[in-house]
């Protein structure tokens, strides 16, 4: 097996309707154990998520598209409450197993998840401050990224940040070893190992994504792909004729 290319071929068990049930629930409500010691969301948080916080004045919203258990996005609400914001979370995921998974979680304040697809929410003129996700581009083909991509500019109304995998043999290496002791009764294992095949490199995201965007990686193991639409302190769109 070479991790020299992306194997978009190769499908995750959870991506499969078909797939054993309880150990998806178990999955998705244990994805907090992969994502707290892989994803750094607490850093993310404080260079892109807080600073475009920063700029409202009033109330402020998240958006976390593909929220599988909703983890990432209690988080985020409490890291943002912590700072002083007045939040409001949402989570979508167009699988309803997700959906289910989110919604039987601790509930947090303010953290609310739906079973809708990223378009809904423009279709119905819904805007955040932030747009994010979390392990979500490696799972979409070319289509679905750009529609992905296209949805969460029109949503944020300051940044958008997705976080996802590098893909690396030290990754994988490493991933093999240490997913084992939280494995048990689930795909993580399995479908971590084929996330991490389906995952990019920083130059293979670069050159997926639209003007405006911009690949980082800013760890060994993770990648972002950035969209502020804030960076003048206006939206593009507001912008005054030179
Ligand atoms: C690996 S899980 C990540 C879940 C969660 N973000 C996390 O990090 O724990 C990927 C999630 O993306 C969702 N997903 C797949 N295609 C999607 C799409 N086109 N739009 C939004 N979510 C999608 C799946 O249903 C799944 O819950």
Redo the contacts with the bound molecule.
């Keep these: 097996m070479s991790l020299a290319a992306r194997d978009e071929r190769l499908l995750e068990v ?2 499969d309707p078909n797939c054993d049930p309880v150990r998806l629930h178990r999955t ?1 409500r244990r ?1 907090w154990a992969v ?1 707290g010691a892989v ?1 750094r969301w607490g850093r993310v948080y404080r260079n892109h998520v807080r600073p475009a916080l920063a700029r409202s004045t009033g109330p402020v919203r998240i958006l ?6 909703g ?2 996005l209690r988080r985020l609400v409490r890291l943002a409450r912590r700072d002083g914001f007045a939040v409001e979370g949402v989570g ?4 309803p197993r ?1 959906w289910a998974a989110a919604s039987s979680g601790a509930p947090v304040d303010g953290v609310s998840f739906r079973a809708a ?2 378009g809904e929410l423009v279709a119905a003129g819904e805007r955040f401050d932030a747009v994010v ?4 581009l490696h ?2 083909d070319a289509v ?1 990224l750009e529609a ?1 991509l296209a949805d969460s500019q029109t949503l944020a109304t300051r940044v958008c940040v997705h976080s996802d995998i590098a893909r690396s043999r030290l990754a994988y290496a490493a991933f093999a070893v240490c997913a084992a002791p939280i494995a048990p009764g689930t795909f993580l294992r399995v ?1 971590g190992l084929r ?1 991490i095949r389906r995952s990019y490199t920083r130059d293979e995201l670069a050159a997926r994504l639209p003007r405006g965007w911009l690949a980082e990686q800013p760890a060994a193991f993770r990648l972002l792909a950035v969209h502020r639409t804030w960076r003048f302190g206006v939206r593009p769109d507001e912008e005054a004729p030179a």
């Design positions: 959870m991506d998705l994805f994502n994803s976390d598209i593909g929220c599988g258990g983890d990432v979508i995921d167009p699988d997700a697809a990223s996700s979390n392990h979500l799972h979409l679905s992905v479908d996330s």
